[in-house]
């Protein structure tokens, strides 16, 4: 295609996101006892369920409003009241997380509104948390981050409406929060359990709390039941969130943000409670960044464990220079992960010469582009947003990358062009145990390290007409 027809062309071919509810539930299934429902067609919520269950393998539950003709004509309150109320009555849910879709904001329901009305017909519900999510305005990981924002700015404090708590329940928070070890709030985008383990690990480690949000650690990563659960247990307690404005300190960590999407920056505005942001904690700079915050706001060292675990990984890298030292690489996903992978293998000395991502946010290269790291050949890096992957299968032919990094919706041009492909994020619905990768820390890093370096090894020793044992 070409001339004014390709400049007028708008359809996107395999494109490289999810839709915004998919992310809301992601959020909402880090809270304790929450049931998502979303404010659309029964096909929403069985395209998000197969993409969650296919990547965590966990039964995941999320309900609909289960629009129909009809209801688009009329409006979806009375479907919307009906699915809240069957949702209540059958799981007893402590939070239900209410998100819109595409055909619910189209036809211009007033979601806020109609839980407003259903708290006055119905005094004895459990909370209920709205948040607006649009497809056509973002990706899983907008909606992820908007949903974030409305749980702590629909719950934390005691002035924020009828969800935040008596005066008495306040009176309790605040003297859990003096009698306990200083908490620290995390904002995290959307990280594996296995890193949201480490976060709470280390920063018990260093004589705090972290309150975790949304915390999926044991939601979509759990273990065996003795019987059966109708919400899995675990996730961020609604008495946590509310307590949050009274923590030392919040950390984003990842936050490619603008301030009205910033939790951290709500609590601040609102109560005072110091933020600061950071990128993931991926590689030694990023990493040694993270721990020199946690350090100044909890007053205590890094443990020896902990120095450790950086030794060897600056030993691995040495080891590893060989192998990956210009390797070109491709990265994609969302901004978040895209951007940290940028900092980690330009830091073990790769060449990731082309990033994109799904997201139309205009977030990425504006924050790569800060970083200001000096590529490690003369090209510079091409970044893009809003990027689908049939554009980038161009791309990626004419530059040759030697890996491709990134989730699984990439695997048919690795296929297609014999690069190999190493999937982290979010899809990975052909490989196993996505639940359990990790990424931050010394210790992430290093697990990272070993995963690039083996599938380069691999590709060298299959494509070799010897075979060589020794590489």
């Given at each position: 295609?070409?001339?004014?027809?390709?400049?007028?062309?708008?359809?996107?071919?395999?494109?490289?996101?999810?839709?915004?509810?998919?992310?809301?539930?992601?959020?909402?299934?880090?809270?304790?006892?929450?049931?998502?429902?979303?404010?659309?067609?029964?096909?929403?919520?069985?395209?998000?369920?197969?993409?969650?269950?296919?990547?965590?393998?966990?039964?995941?539950?999320?309900?609909?409003?289960?629009?129909?003709?009809?209801?688009?004509?009329?409006?979806?309150?009375?479907?919307?009241?009906?699915?809240?109320?069957?949702?209540?009555?059958?799981?007893?849910?402590?939070?239900?997380?209410?998100?819109?879709?595409?055909?619910?904001?189209?036809?211009?329901?007033?979601?806020?509104?109609?839980?407003?009305?259903?708290?006055?017909?119905?005094?004895?519900?459990?909370?209920?948390?709205?948040?607006?999510?649009?497809?056509?305005?973002?990706?899983?990981?907008?909606?992820?981050?908007?949903?974030?924002?409305?749980?702590?700015?629909?719950?934390?404090?005691?002035?924020?409406?009828?969800?935040?708590?008596?005066?008495?329940?306040?009176?309790?928070?605040?003297?859990?929060?003096?009698?306990?070890?200083?908490?620290?709030?995390?904002?995290?985008?959307?990280?594996?359990?296995?890193?949201?383990?480490?976060?709470?690990?280390?920063?018990?480690?260093?004589?705090?709390?972290?309150?975790?949000?949304?915390?999926?650690?044991?939601?979509?990563?759990?273990?065996?039941?003795?019987?059966?659960?109708?919400?899995?247990?675990?996730?961020?307690?609604?008495?946590?969130?509310?307590?949050?404005?009274?923590?030392?300190?919040?950390?984003?960590?990842?936050?490619?943000?603008?301030?009205?999407?910033?939790?951290?920056?709500?609590?601040?505005?609102?109560?005072?409670?110091?933020?600061?942001?950071?990128?993931?904690?991926?590689?030694?700079?990023?990493?040694?960044?993270?721990?020199?915050?946690?350090?100044?706001?909890?007053?205590?060292?890094?443990?020896?464990?902990?120095?450790?675990?950086?030794?060897?990984?600056?030993?691995?890298?040495?080891?590893?220079?060989?192998?990956?030292?210009?390797k070109k690489v491709v990265i994609?996903?969302?901004?978040?992960?895209?951007?940290?992978?940028?900092?980690?293998?330009?830091?073990?000395?790769?060449?990731?010469?082309?990033?994109?991502?799904?997201?139309?946010?205009?977030?990425?290269?504006?924050?790569?582009?800060?970083?200001?790291?000096?590529?490690?050949?003369?090209?510079?890096?091409?970044?893009?947003?809003?990027?689908?992957?049939?554009?980038?299968?161009?791309?990626?032919?004419?530059?040759?990358?030697?890996?491709?990094?990134?989730?699984?919706?990439?695997?048919?041009?690795?296929?297609?062009?014999?690069?190999?492909?190493?999937?982290t994020g979010f899809p990975i619905?052909?490989?196993?145990?996505?639940?359990?990768?990790?990424?931050?820390?010394?210790?992430?890093?290093?697990?990272?390290?070993?995963?690039?370096?083996?599938?380069?090894?691999?590709?060298?020793?299959?494509?070799?007409?010897?075979?060589?044992?020794?590489?």
């Amino acid at each position: 295609m070409s001339g004014a027809a390709a400049e007028n062309y708008q359809a996107a071919g395999n494109p490289c996101r999810q839709c915004m509810p998919l992310g809301a539930s992601w959020a909402f299934k880090g809270i304790e006892g929450c049931i998502p429902v979303l404010h659309g067609s029964q096909g929403c919520a069985t395209y998000i369920r197969r993409f969650m269950i296919s990547h965590f393998r966990e039964p995941i539950d999320i309900a609909s409003s289960s629009f129909d003709e009809t209801t688009v004509i009329f409006g979806g309150q009375e479907n919307l009241e009906q699915a809240v109320m069957n949702v209540f009555n059958q799981y007893k849910p402590e939070v239900i997380g209410i998100a819109t879709t595409c055909l619910s904001e189209t036809i211009g329901d007033d979601v806020e509104r109609f839980v407003r009305e259903l708290r006055m017909k119905e005094p004895g519900l459990c909370t209920l948390i709205p948040v607006s999510t649009p497809s056509y305005q973002g990706t899983q990981e907008e909606g992820f981050h908007r949903t974030v924002f409305s749980i702590v700015s629909h719950l934390a404090g005691a002035d924020v409406g009828s969800d935040a708590g008596s005066e008495n329940e306040q009176n309790d928070l605040e003297e859990q929060a003096e009698s306990s070890l200083p908490a620290l709030n995390f904002f995290l985008p959307m990280v594996t359990p296995a890193d949201i383990r480490w976060i709470r690990k280390v920063t018990a480690a260093m004589k705090g709390e972290a309150l975790i949000l949304p915390d999926i650690s044991d939601t979509l990563d759990g273990g065996l039941w003795n019987e059966y659960n109708a919400i899995p247990p675990g996730g961020t307690s609604v008495d946590h969130v509310r307590s949050m404005h009274l923590s030392e300190a919040s950390m984003e960590l990842g936050a490619l943000l603008p301030d009205d999407w910033r939790p951290g920056y709500w609590l601040q505005k609102h109560y005072g409670t110091p933020t600061l942001s950071c990128g993931l904690p991926v590689g030694i700079d990023g990493t040694d960044h993270f721990f020199k915050i946690l350090s100044e706001i909890l007053g205590s060292s890094v443990p020896q464990e902990i120095l450790e675990e950086r030794n060897r990984l600056c030993d691995a890298y040495a080891d590893a220079h060989k192998y990956l030292y210009g390797k070109k690489v491709v990265i994609y996903g969302d901004s978040s992960t895209v951007e940290s992978l940028y900092r980690f293998t330009s830091e073990i000395g790769m060449n990731p010469l082309f990033c994109f991502t799904g997201s139309p946010g205009g977030i990425l290269k504006p924050a790569i582009e800060k970083l200001e790291i000096p590529p490690v050949a003369d090209e510079a890096p091409l970044i893009l947003e809003d990027c689908d992957f049939a554009d980038a299968e161009d791309i990626i032919e004419d530059r040759k990358p030697d890996l491709l990094i990134g989730n699984s919706k990439g695997y048919k041009i690795s296929r297609r062009t014999g690069i190999p492909l190493l999937r982290t994020g979010f899809p990975i619905h052909d490989r196993f145990g996505a639940s359990r990768q990790r990424m931050l820390g010394y210790s992430g890093a290093l697990e990272l390290l070993d995963r690039i370096v083996n599938i380069l090894m691999e590709k060298k020793q299959d494509d070799s007409e010897v075979g060589y044992t020794y590489l």
